[in-house]
Nanobody, 120 residues
């Protein structure tokens, strides 16, 4: 069992920055990839950024160069540094953690979501 607690969301003006944090607790020994997703009203949830256990990263094209994902394995925490925020970034942001059950079985857990609102 894994629990994820998110923090760092809020209201900022265009061009501002926010840093999201997501701390995992519980059965965290076999965490693999960690990532951030977002969902705007009326839209599908989309991947924002992901990071592997070894530090490899992937970003949505829309956030490349503006957002940076990182992780602290000792603290079981994943971060999303968001710079140059734009109104189109407004969404609920969810962290996701992939747990390795066996070599061929994975399970994902989701945070509660944190609202990011960017005003123009």
């Amino acid at each position: 069992q894994v629990q994820l607690v998110e923090s760092g969301g809020g209201l900022v003006q265009a061009g501002g920055s926010l840093r999201l944090s997501c701390a995992a607790s519980g059965s965290t020994a076999n965490i693999n990839a960690m990532g951030w997703y977002r969902q705007a009203p009326g839209k599908q949830r989309e991947l924002v950024a992901a990071i592997s256990n070894g530090g490899l990263t992937n970003y949505a094209d829309s956030v490349k160069g503006r957002f940076t994902i990182s992780r602290d394995n000792a603290e079981n925490t994943v971060y999303l540094q968001m710079n140059g925020l734009e109104p189109v970034d407004t969404a609920v942001y969810y962290c996701n953690v992939e747990i390795r059950i066996t070599a061929g079985v994975r399970s994902s857990y989701w945070g509660q979501g944190t609202q990011v609102t960017v005003s123009s």
